[in-house]
């Protein structure tokens, strides 16, 4: 299946401050998505990124908080912005591979102190 | 709302036995339903499941789902320790998953 190449694996980060995380996948995809993990909790989605459109936005996530670009069919980045300890969670981009399967990139643990 | 309830949330078995996960749901706009493993960070592909009644099986693993009674659920027998893991449901509508809140097995040796 298509591999999602996600990156930081991890970081930490200081209150206030911005973190960029990137995802290349290695064929062309027309939707990606990303997920935010909070410490003991499941996956929920954040956005559905498409090439060219401004990103889709789930209930109680907003742009500012967490913009997404989408320059090419193969990559995308999610930013979380000002950030505070409650954004401490694992990140993962997310695309699918014809409609066979949902893969997923490495993720990302994000701490924030 | 949409909805995904797994059961258990957590369990514990001998290495050797054979467990059942289970998942019920309610998903506006259904499209077929995933399971994953996750051990770390990043979730792994399991089953992907769209038809009713159809088994799918991979090894010691299989799955199967009930569209008429929305749920689905996931076998595995003869366990081994490297079965150890988080085993999260997740529906799809139009291509967005609805995660459940998964099932913790621990396979104690």
């Known amino acids: 299946s298509a591999v999602i190449s996600q990156k930081p694996s991890r970081d930490i980060c200081q209150r206030g401050t911005s973190l960029t995380i990137q995802c290349q996948v290695d064929s062309q995809v027309t939707m990606m998505f990303w997920y935010r993990q909070q410490p003991g909790q499941s996956l929920t989605l954040i956005a559905t990124a498409n090439q060219g459109s401004e990103a889709t936005y789930e209930s109680g996530f907003v742009i500012d908080k967490f913009p997404i670009s989408r320059p090419n069919l193969t990559f995308s980045t999610l930013t979380v912005s000002n950030m505070s300890p409650e954004d401490s969670s694992i990140y993962l981009c997310?695309?699918?591979?014809?409609?066979?399967?949902?893969?997923f990139g490495q993720g990302t643990r994000l701490t924030v102190v | 709302e949409d909805k995904v309830v797994q059961s258990p949330l957590s369990l514990v078995v001998h290495e050797g036995d054979t467990v059942t996960l289970n998942c019920s749901y309610e998903v506006t706009n259904f499209r077929s339903l995933l399971w994953y493993k996750q051990e770390k960070k990043a979730p792994t592909f399991l089953f992907m499941l769209?038809?009713?009644?159809i088994e799918k099986k991979s090894g010691r693993l299989s799955s199967i789902l009930d569209k008429k009674e929305l749920f689905s659920i996931l076998n595995i027998t003869a366990t081994q320790t490297g079965d150890s893991a988080v085993y999260l449901c997740?529906?799809?509508?139009?291509?967005?998953?609805?995660f459940g809140q998964g099932t913790r097995l621990t396979i104690n040796p």
């Open positions: 997310s695309a699918w591979d014809g409609d066979t399967e949902a893969f």
């Open positions: 997740a529906p799809s509508r139009a291509q967005k998953l609805v």
């Open positions: 769209t038809s009713s009644g």
